[in-house]
């Protein structure tokens, strides 16, 4: 049993079920983040954990109670929300000790809370200023300070940071994660943002369709995607995904697939379980970084393989440079080191780690293992 348990939960409205069987179990302290793309289900689940939407069937529970039946206001959370939801006539300092004066807490016991808080998110200055004075991350910041302020059992955190500009939401990002390391409390976080993800979290859960699609760390996730979603949607760039067929030669398996120019690339296969997929066609899922020039392939590998393709575009990005090809009939993307010299429409020698190899079934898409 976890800190906060989510067992065979289910949403529907009236015959659409929009959430399906879900059994997620969160320890004390844990950062989980549910991440998907829109209307896969995670702000439902959410919603449901706070109480805002009623669980269709199965149970919530936090600390071992039962939360199906328990109000909002009595379950012992606190929710940051996208919009910030702060009030306008209200002062940060006033925004930040409402719950607690709803609750019944003294005057000078809030003050000192809200000061603490304040002093913890480095906006003290701020607290006689109204919302309508702060910038979108100051009042971030206030909306947090509102939910810390209480000392809940679970944070809920509903995509706190997509209003923010770029820059902001890098900074805001790396905040939330000191605040969750310097007070370990268990965090449920909401966000369609895959880097976000894998940066935050402890734990994640990958969500499509309304099912939960993988729950593991984020190196579980990305270094082994259950599927062929979950491959394409965590990573940025995202996972090259492209047809291949297994052969076998000497008790070992070799991936073929067609190169743009009509010639055939071929790649040895270290794992052995492999070798029993003779004549089997797959989808072969290696990550960018492990498709690149020679003398920036990992050295450490024992499966470094290369291939002759023809370059289709470059994308210089600063510290590297993405090399586009196409394998199999699909655009591949490597990275390359940023001082390569690489050319589009030249024939560039792509080093291939297959030790980071993935093979997916194309009629299920579900792993091959």
Known sequence: MGFL???????????????????????????????????????????????????????????????????????NIAMVFQSYALYPNMNVGQNIA???????????????????VAELLQITQLLKRKPGQLSGGQRQRVAMGRALVRDPDVFLFDEPLSNLDAKLRVDMRTEIKKLHQKLGRTIVYVTH?????????????????????QLGTPKE???????????????????????????????????????????TGSLPVPD?????????????????????????????????????????????AGSDTFVVTEFGGKEVTGRFRADVDVAPARVQTFAINMEKAVFFDPDTEERVV
């Open 98 to 116: 409402f719950g607690l004066e709803m609750h019944g807490v003294a005057k000078p016991e809030r003050e000192k809370a809200v000061q603490e």
């Open 193 to 213: 943002d895959q880097i976000e993800a894998l940066t935050l979290s402890t734990r994640i859960a990958v969500m499509f369709g309304g099912y939960v699609q």
């Open 272 to 316: 052995p379980a492999m070798a029993r997929n003779d004549g089997r066609d797959v989808i072969l899922g290696i990550r960018p970084e492990a498709i690149t020039d020679p003398d920036g392939a990992d050295r450490n590998s024992n499966a470094i393989y290369q291939v002759e393709a023809r370059v289709e575009v470059t994308e210089p």
């Open 5 to 75: 348990d989510i067992k065979n939960a289910t949403k529907s409205y009236g015959t659409v079920q929009v959430l399906h069987e879900t059994d997620i179990s969160v320890e004390e302290g844990e950062f989980l983040v549910l991440v998907g793309p829109s209307g896969c289900g995670k702000s439902t689940l959410l919603n449901m954990i706070a109480g805002l939407e009623e669980v269709t069937s199965g149970e919530i529970a936090i600390r071992g109670k039962r939360m199906n039946e328990v109000k909002p206001a009595d379950r």
């Open 221 to 263: 996730i990305y270094d082994n995607p259950a599927n062929m979603f979950v491959a394409g949607f965590m990573g940025s760039p995202s996972m090259n995904l492209f047809p291949a067929k297994l052969s076998v030669s000497d008790g070992k398996a070799i991936a073929n697939f067609q190169l743009a120019d009509g010639g």
